[in-house]
Structures are given as structure tokens and as C-alpha cells.
């Protein structure tokens, strides 16, 4: 009778991982294109330069099939001056902040260059941290800046400039203006001559119907500092432009928004459609509402794959962006695509985070997730599909 209860007892448990782990999500990669080691940012907000020079290394990788470590402190302390100066221009009415975009950084090595990482201080190498860290740093430069550009003064003098860079260096290091690369000498310049990084080959896109499609507009984001313009397709279009480009080998960075309580920590983003997932809270949406960031990402990864998922359309994207639901707060590299078991697609996204979660720094990102949240794709003009080219006129 005992061996009887304990073998009834052991068919039960193995019942029951059955049913736990047929809800966990097994991903199957359907194409992967190549990308260089994951980075962290730690703590600094400097995702859209980490994102972006990991495209950067993604598009050499693919080109030349080096793998080239490129600085991101090199374009973080130009970057900041150029926001610096643009912020004074504008007496402080624009946004001075960690954040930034991918046209960012583009933008810095055209009038700037770029040089590798082994050139540069190592970031957090200048407070003796090992990893960047701007808690200190921030706290001393935004303070600085404001209050030049909202200060009393009526004729402003050039030492200002000299303070600002100061405070650049100290803690970023300070750029080199020579240096020797594999036995040859470059200038940041000319070292991003030989790489062949030109911005005029990269585009940005969104979509968006407060503006017209097909047309070139500036998206309303705080961090996008930068007045530069992306175009605007239609939903369809971005999110067929995102497939047509990894299938051809290319890599897509991306800008929006991941704030929303089913981006998780641990290596998921699923736009989760709460009002029909009454099995997240064993109640109702309400409940859900009370629940902590990690209770959230808990219940979703208890559903797992029979997770339900919002329908995302033209007008739901509009409204998420017009009542602030959907930010731009986070930018990432798409590398890959991948299938869960129940067939629900996923984009492999690099993050910036170090080798964190379930996925060591790799982030499953639904596609319906991607086109509810995406502020904007920046990618090369070549990996557009000619349809969407012609019809805006590049």
C-alpha cells in the first residue's frame, strides 16, 4: 500500500512539471545574423551609444568579417559636448541628459571620428570603477551646464567650454587625437575612414499617423535631441522592413519603449494582452495593476507561452504613443529571429545590460511587442526593400 501511495504520489509531481514546464517558452532560432560580444552600460544612460556601436561592430562584422571593439566613452564625451553646446544655444529650453539616439552617434563620428576601445580610458577606469558609472559624473556636469545656459550672464565667454570638457575628461578620459591600431598610426578621423562608417549610408525610420507617410519628419522624443528626421511608413511597412533586413544578413538598431510591465528582466518582452490573461493573477486586470514589477514578471513566465497577446494595429500604436503608454526610453539591437512552440515570433535583440537574465544578455522581443513599442529602426539604406525605397525617394 505504501509503494503504491509513493509511486501514485511520484506519477503526480511528474504530472505536474508536465503541465508547468509545457507553459515554459522554448525558443527555436529561425535565422541569427552575426553581432559582437555583449557589452554593459551599467550605470549610465548611455544605451543608445552602446546599442549603436554595437550595430556599428555588427555592420563591420558583416562586411569585413573582423570583429572590431569600438569606444563608446569616445562618442559619449564628444557627444555631450555637442548636446552641451546645443543646449546653451537654446538657453536651456532643449533637453540636456545621459540619453541620446543612434543619430547620436553617427552624427559624432562624421565630425568627430571614432577610435577602438584599447585607445581610450576603459569606461569607470577614471574613478576606479570597472565599468562605467555616472552617478558622480552626471551629478556634477548637469548642474554645470544649466547653469550656463540658464544663467544671468548677457555675454557669454568661451571658458565655459573649457570648464565643460574639464569635467569630460576627468571622468571619461580624455580622447586621443593619435593613436597606433594593429602597427598603423590614424587620427579618430581617419580611422573611421578606414572602416568606411558613412551616415549618409544608414536611415532612420518610424511610423506614425500624426504625420503624413512617406514623408520625413522629426518624431517628438525627449531624448532625441538632435533634430534629425526619420521617415514614416506605415506599420506594415516598418515591421516588414525589419524581416527584409535580417533575412539579407543585416542587423536593425532599435529605439522605444521598455517600460511596459511585460518587458522583463529576465529576457522577455510580449505585449501581453491583460484583460484575457485572467490566469496572470488568478483574478482580474485590476489585480494586476497592484501587482510588484517582479510579481508581474513572475505570472507571465508561470503563462509562459499561452501568454495572450494585444493585436497590434496602425491606431492602437497611434494611441499608445499619443497617452504616453508607449516611450522612448531604451535602445537595443535586433540580430535575429526566433519561433516559440506555439509558432509566435520573437526578434533576437541584443541588450546592453552585461550577460544578465535567463538568455545572457540576449532578449526575445515578440513581434507584436516590437510594433506596439518601437519609437524608431535605424539600419542600413541597402537592407530596405526597393518597394519601400521608391516610395521615398531613395
Given at each position: 500500500?505504501?509503494?503504491?501511495?509513493?509511486?501514485?504520489?511520484?506519477?503526480?509531481?511528474?504530472?505536474?512539471?508536465?503541465?508547468?514546464?509545457?507553459?515554459?517558452?522554448?525558443?527555436?532560432?529561425?535565422?541569427?545574423?552575426?553581432?559582437?560580444?555583449?557589452?554593459?552600460?551599467?550605470?549610465?544612460?548611455?544605451?543608445?551609444?552602446?546599442?549603436?556601436?554595437?550595430?556599428?561592430?555588427?555592420?563591420?562584422?558583416?562586411?569585413?568579417?573582423?570583429?572590431?571593439?569600438?569606444?563608446?566613452?569616445?562618442?559619449?564625451?564628444?557627444?555631450?559636448?555637442?548636446?552641451?553646446?546645443?543646449?546653451?544655444?537654446?538657453?536651456?529650453?532643449s533637453r540636456f541628459s545621459e540619453g541620446g539616439s543612434a543619430d547620436d552617434v553617427f552624427e559624432v563620428i562624421d565630425r568627430h571620428g571614432i577610435c577602438p576601445?584599447?585607445?581610450?580610458?576603459?569606461?569607470?577606469?577614471?574613478?576606479?570603477?570597472?565599468?562605467?558609472?555616472?552617478?558622480?559624473?552626471?551629478?556634477?556636469?548637469?548642474?554645470?551646464?544649466?547653469?550656463?545656459?540658464?544663467?544671468?550672464?548677457?555675454?557669454?565667454?568661451?571658458?565655459?567650454?573649457?570648464?565643460?570638457?574639464?569635467?569630460?575628461?576627468?571622468?571619461?578620459?580624455?580622447?586621443?587625437?593619435?593613436?597606433?591600431?594593429?602597427?598603423?598610426?590614424?587620427?579618430?578621423?581617419?580611422?573611421?575612414?578606414?572602416?568606411?562608417?558613412?551616415?549618409?549610408?544608414?536611415?532612420?525610420?518610424?511610423?506614425?499617423?500624426?504625420?503624413?507617410?512617406?514623408?520625413?519628419?522629426?518624431?517628438?522624443?525627449?531624448?532625441?535631441?538632435?533634430?534629425?528626421?526619420?521617415?514614416?511608413?506605415?506599420?506594415?511597412?516598418?515591421m516588414a522592413t525589419i524581416d527584409n533586413a535580417l533575412k539579407q544578413g543585416f542587423t536593425v538598431c532599435w529605439g522605444g519603449d521598455v517600460s511596459e510591465d511585460s518587458f522583463t528582466r529576465t529576457?522577455?518582452?510580449?505585449?501581453?494582452?491583460?484583460?484575457?490573461?485572467?490566469?496572470?493573477?488568478?483574478?482580474?486586470?485590476?489585480?494586476?495593476?497592484?501587482?510588484?514589477?517582479?510579481?508581474?514578471?513572475?505570472?507571465?513566465?508561470?503563462?509562459?507561452?499561452?501568454?495572450?497577446?494585444?493585436?497590434?494595429?496602425?491606431?492602437?500604436?497611434?494611441?499608445?504613443?499619443?497617452?504616453?503608454?508607449?516611450?522612448?526610453?531604451?535602445?537595443?539591437?535586433?540580430?535575429?529571429?526566433?519561433?516559440?512552440?506555439?509558432?509566435?515570433?520573437?526578434?533576437?535583440?541584443?541588450?546592453?545590460?552585461?550577460?544578465?537574465?535567463?538568455?545572457?544578455?540576449?532578449?526575445?522581443?515578440?513581434?507584436?511587442?516590437?510594433?506596439?513599442?518601437?519609437?524608431?529602426?535605424?539600419?542600413?539604406?541597402?537592407?530596405?526593400?526597393?518597394?519601400?525605397?521608391?516610395?521615398?525617394?531613395?
Amino acid at each position: 500500500m505504501k509503494k503504491t501511495t509513493f509511486i501514485a504520489l511520484i506519477v503526480c509531481l511528474l504530472c505536474s512539471f508536465s503541465i508547468q514546464a509545457a507553459d515554459e517558452i522554448v525558443f527555436t532560432t529561425v535565422l541569427e545574423n552575426g553581432i559582437t560580444p555583449v557589452k554593459n552600460q551599467n550605470r549610465s544612460g548611455t544605451c543608445w551609444d552602446y546599442a549603436t556601436i554595437g550595430f556599428i561592430e555588427a555592420e563591420l562584422l558583416r562586411t569585413t568579417g573582423k570583429v572590431y571593439d569600438l569606444s563608446e566613452m569616445f562618442v559619449a564625451n564628444k557627444d555631450y559636448v555637442d548636446c552641451a553646446e546645443y543646449h546653451v544655444r537654446m538657453h536651456g529650453s532643449s533637453r540636456f541628459s545621459e540619453g541620446g539616439s543612434a543619430d547620436d552617434v553617427f552624427e559624432v563620428i562624421d565630425r568627430h571620428g571614432i577610435c577602438p576601445e584599447e585607445a581610450m580610458a576603459r569606461p569607470g577606469s577614471m574613478i576606479g570603477d570597472t565599468l562605467a558609472n555616472f552617478t558622480e559624473f552626471f551629478a556634477t556636469l548637469e548642474p554645470y551646464v544649466e547653469s550656463i545656459a540658464k544663467g544671468s550672464s548677457t555675454k557669454l565667454t568661451t571658458q565655459w567650454k573649457v570648464g565643460l570638457q574639464g569635467i569630460l575628461d576627468a571622468y571619461l578620459g580624455t580622447c586621443p587625437e593619435k593613436f597606433t591600431y594593429e602597427g598603423k598610426q590614424y587620427t579618430p578621423k581617419s580611422f573611421a575612414q578606414m572602416l568606411g562608417i558613412n551616415k549618409r549610408n544608414y536611415v532612420s525610420i518610424t511610423s506614425f499617423t500624426h504625420h503624413p507617410f512617406y514623408e520625413q519628419f522629426v518624431i517628438e522624443a525627449p531624448y532625441k535631441w538632435r533634430p534629425r528626421p526619420s521617415w514614416n511608413v506605415t506599420l506594415d511597412e516598418m515591421m516588414a522592413t525589419i524581416d527584409n533586413a535580417l533575412k539579407q544578413g543585416f542587423t536593425v538598431c532599435w529605439g522605444g519603449d521598455v517600460s511596459e510591465d511585460s518587458f522583463t528582466r529576465t529576457g522577455l518582452g510580449i505585449a501581453a494582452d491583460i484583460e484575457h490573461a485572467p490566469d496572470l493573477t488568478g483574478s482580474d486586470a485590476a489585480r494586476w495593476l497592484k501587482l510588484t514589477k517582479q510579481e508581474k514578471a513572475e505570472s507571465l513566465k508561470k503563462l509562459g507561452a499561452q501568454t495572450p497577446e494585444l493585436v497590434p494595429t496602425q491606431e492602437l500604436r497611434q494611441e499608445r504613443f499619443d497617452n504616453w503608454q508607449s516611450t522612448y526610453d531604451h535602445v537595443m539591437l535586433i540580430f535575429g529571429i526566433a519561433r516559440d512552440q506555439n509558432g509566435r515570433e520573437y526578434y533576437m535583440v541584443k541588450n546592453s545590460w552585461g550577460k544578465t537574465g535567463e538568455y545572457q544578455g540576449i532578449w526575445y522581443m515578440s513581434k507584436a511587442y516590437i510594433a506596439l513599442n518601437t519609437t524608431y529602426i535605424f539600419l542600413n539604406k541597402t537592407a530596405v526593400s526597393k518597394d519601400v525605397r521608391k516610395k521615398l525617394g531613395f
